[in-house]
Every structure is written in structure tokens, then in C-alpha cells.
């Protein structure tokens, strides 16, 4: 593999992972919205990826592993699990039995998928900067 390739891959791993940590931000940013301009209460958004050929091995590929693989964000969809429904009669979003319906984000899983974004974000730029470094130890090699 030339190091082209292996900077292509870590690149499309890293964009990946930035706009799934721009979706979990709105989430979490949006768990008390019970009003949209969509109308209704936030739903909750998730982000689904695909693999990617970044270059082929060879002309004819006769295998997988003869592809380099990259990732990209096919899809962000939206979340179909209901909405919470609180008793809150006072509230301006109440309908006629005094119930309002909260987004369904539960704060506490969002933080746990930002982590594991946050963690495969730096495991692309650790696969980055050791592509690099074998890049300039082979460069260094030549002198």
C-alpha cells in the first residue's frame, strides 16, 4: 500500500467521526426541545456509515482484501424509539391532558457515543501520524 492510500483511509475515517460528533452535539443540544420547526418535539438523529474504496490493488480486484477500504457517512437518520411524554400541565407545549413530549436523546448515551467518536477520531490520527513517520523514515533512508 502507498502511503497516498493510507492517508486517504485515516482521512476518510476522520471525517467520518467529525460529522458523527456534529450529530451527537445537536442531540445533545436539543434534549429538552419539545418544539421544532418541523413541529413537534426533537427526535434524535444517528448516523450510519459505508465502507469505501479508496483505490483498488489491482486492475481486476478478485478479492476484498485486495481493496483499500475507507469509511463515509452513507445516512443520518432519524431516530423511531417514542418520545418521552411528561405530566407537566403548566408547560406552553402541554396538550389538552397536560402532557408535553420531550426528544428522545438520553443525555447519558450520547456521552457515551461521543466518547467512542472522540476514541476512533484519535485512533485515525495515530494511524495518521505513523504513516507519516514511516514516510519520512523512508525518505530518510534514501539520503
Known amino acids: 500500500m502507498d502511503i497516498e492510500k493510507a492517508f486517504a483511509i485515516s482521512a476518510s475515517g476522520l471525517n ?3 460529522r458523527r460528533l456534529e ?3 445537536s442531540n445533545l443540544a436539543n434534549v429538552e426541545s419539545t418544539r421544532t420547526a418541523e413541529g413537534g418535539p426533537y427526535r ?4 450510519l456509515f459505508a465502507a469505501t474504496p479508496v483505490a483498488a490493488a489491482l486492475e481486476e480486484p478478485t478479492d476484498f482484501a485486495q481493496i483499500y477500504q475507507g469509511v463515509k457517512v452513507s445516512k443520518i437518520v432519524t431516530d423511531k424509539t417514542p418520545l418521552k411524554k411528561v405530566f407537566e400541565p403548566n408547560h406552553p407545549d402541554a396538550d389538552i391532558d397536560g402532557y408535553v ?3 428522545n436523546v438520553n443525555g447519558v448515551s450520547e456521552m457515551v457515543n461521543m466518547l467512542s467518536a472522540l476514541r476512533s477520531y484519535d485512533a485515525n490520527v495515530t494511524a495518521m501520524d505513523a504513516s507519516k513517520s514511516m514516510a ?4 530518510e533512508i534514501g539520503r
Open 44 to 47: 434524535r438523529k444517528d448516523v
Open 16 to 18: 467520518a467521526q467529525k
Open 23 to 25: 450529530v451527537i452535539s
Open 136 to 139: 519520512l523514515k523512508a525518505l
Open 101 to 103: 413530549l420531550y426528544p
